[in-house]
């Protein structure tokens, strides 16, 4: 009976959670949620800050990931998302989108910030790149959630040659295409690559000095205002924690 009674909860809070998601929405604009971390979701809500789109985020909605009130945490709409994962957008007319590369595209083109031309190209290309670099960071970086040895983490070992051999030419090819093209603007990919490059940078901040030109974009995208409000904490996403950190 206790089960039952559990099991119908569980449903209610899913129910209400799913009604929430595709009511919310409606007023205009599009909701962004997510962990209180970088990691996934600096990258949709620099795109977001940037678009000069109306959106709301985490701190606006009240959504808490972890220990939020019922149907505004991620347990209680974990069924509903189409991945069973985080980021989510979810649009004025109450649709989820996941994955994010998806958000991150569709914020760009809704708001004309993905580039058209070679310019769009390059952008989709960034955004290859950044979840190159995003895959390749997490499998040898601890985070502050799981240390080195632990799941897919590897060891000591490779969390040296990430940093001294598997890193460095995935920045030298960066170089080379940000001199040789019009730079990466300030498009959706190439701020989707920025969210991810600023977290490295927060583990070795001298990461672009010997690239001039993706270290001049880098501190570009760095000094905007918008960067900054996200950054801080005072956009409507409200503040995220430093996911990956240095060795201990
Ligand atoms: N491919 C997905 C991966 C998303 C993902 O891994 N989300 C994690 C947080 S970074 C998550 O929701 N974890 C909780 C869970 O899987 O239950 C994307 O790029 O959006």
Same mark, same amino acid.
């Given at each position: ?11 209610? *809070? =899913? *129910? ?30 620099? $795109?977001? @800050? ?18 939020? /009130? ?13 991945? =069973?994962?985080? /980021? ?19 914020? =760009? ?10 310019? +769009? ?23 502050? $959630? ?12 490779? +969390?040296?040659?990430?940093?001294? @051999? ?18 990466? %603007? ?11 490059? %600023? ?15 993706? *270290?001049?974009? +880098? ?10 409000? $996200? ?18």
């Amino acid at each position: 009976m206790h089960k039952l009674t559990c099991a119908a909860a569980g449903f209610a *809070a =899913g *129910a209400i959670a799913a009604y929430v998601l595709c009511k919310r929405a409606k007023g205009g604009g599009f909701e962004l949620r997510y962990f209180p971390v970088m990691a996934k979701g600096l990258g949709p809500v620099l $795109v977001a @800050e940037h678009s000069g789109q109306s959106w709301k985020g985490n701190k606006e909605l009240g959504f808490i990931a972890r220990g939020g /009130p019922p149907g505004k945490n991620f347990a209680d709409i974990k069924d509903t998302l189409p991945f =069973g994962q985080l /980021p989510l957008l979810t649009t004025s007319n109450g649709e989820m989108i996941a994955q994010t590369t998806a958000i991150v595209n569709y914020i =760009g083109m809704i708001a004309g910030t993905e580039g058209s031309g070679l310019d +769009y190209a390059v952008s989709q290309m960034l955004i290859a790149e950044a979840e190159d670099l995003y895959a390749m960071t997490n499998k040898n970086v601890p985070t502050i $959630v799981a240390p080195l040895n632990q799941g897919i983490k590897g060891d000591k070992a490779a +969390y040296d040659a990430y940093w001294s @051999e598997k890193l460095p030419p995935h920045l030298d090819n960066l170089e080379k295409l940000c001199k040789a093209g019009r730079g990466f %603007h300030g498009t959706s990919g190439g701020l989707y690559l920025f969210s991810i490059l %600023h977290q490295l940078c927060l583990i070795v901040p001298a990461l672009l000095k010997s690239r001039p030109a993706l *270290a001049a974009w +880098y501190d570009q995208i760095l000094g905007d205002p918008r960067t900054a409000k $996200v950054l801080s904490g005072e956009s409507s996403m409200g503040a995220f924690k430093q996911y990956f950190i240095e060795e201990p």
